[in-house]
């Protein structure tokens, strides 16, 4: 499955597929980007990050792909399972100014058996 | 797994009570954040400091005060509590490599206010 445009909500994928979360962020100066994984009664927890001179950076079973011409980054979860089900963020932050880490809005992935 | 810690897990308090909510990591981060969350949304910053005696205001601070007295402690205290701020409350820290440089936020599990 896959999600586009700006937001979407909730995402369903059935378990063993591959997942893509999309991210449209806001400002063209931001230079480091963050996806955090949060499941039901817990903070957010740090799946993947990237820097703005990179447009690939895998993980194990996760591979962030960022577009800085239409400022846009994805999650791509390989194999989903089970425990994959929470809510995504994608966060980005311009460095040399306020340090200041913003969050987008998420996306619950649901997964179905 | 993360070190840091929040407390009190849950919260329900009155309206004009003065709270705080603590937060200490074991990491030896010199920065540390407060966020705010209802349920399923974004976070938006309340509060953040780069280390000891370092309190910056995020987007959502006006209503809330900070101190760092210690690496390790980052408390928010609310002084007269009000049913708009119910909602969660979620400590942060990380790294700092040095200016212009960054590290991944690291959470507690969050503090889950209600004022009544």
């Known amino acids: 499955g896959e999600s586009v445009g700006l937001h979407l909500p909730t995402l369903s994928v059935q378990e063993g597929d591959n997942s893509i979360i999309n991210c449209a962020y806001s400002?063209?100066?931001?230079?480091?980007f963050i996806w955090y994984k949060q499941e039901s009664g817990k903070g957010p927890q740090f799946i993947i990050d990237?820097?703005?001179?990179?447009d690939k950076r895998q993980g194990q079973r996760v591979t962030v792909l960022l577009n800085k011409t239409v400022k846009h980054l994805s999650l791509q979860i390989a194999a989903t399972q089970p425990g994959d089900s929470a809510v995504y963020f994608c966060?980005?932050?311009?460095?040399?100014?306020?340090?200041?880490?913003?969050f987008g809005k998420g996306t619950r992935l649901h997964i179905l058996p | 797994e993360a070190d840091i810690y929040q407390t009190p897990r849950y919260l329900v308090i009155g309206t004009g009570k003065k709270i705080t909510l603590e937060c200490s990591q074991t990491?030896?981060?010199?920065?540390m954040y407060w966020y705010q969350q209802d349920p399923g949304m974004e976070l938006h910053l309340i509060h953040y400091?780069?280390?000891?005696?370092?309190?910056e205001k995020g987007d959502l601070s006006s209503e809330s005060t900070v101190s760092r007295i210690r690496t390790e402690h980052f408390p928010l205290t609310l002084e007269s509590a009000r049913p708009s701020h119910t909602s969660q409350y979620l400590c942060?820290?990380?790294?700092?490599?040095?200016?212009?440089?960054?590290?991944?936020?690291?959470f507690g599990n969050g503090t889950r206010l209600t004022v009544t």
């Open positions: 990237i820097r703005s001179n990179m």
């Open positions: 942060a820290s990380s790294e700092w490599p040095g200016q212009g440089d960054n590290s991944p936020l690291h």
């Open positions: 400002n063209s100066a931001s230079d480091y």
């Open positions: 400091s780069y280390g000891v005696n370092s309190t």
């Open positions: 966060a980005e932050n311009i460095s040399n100014r306020d340090d200041k880490i913003i």
């Open positions: 990491m030896g981060h010199d920065k």
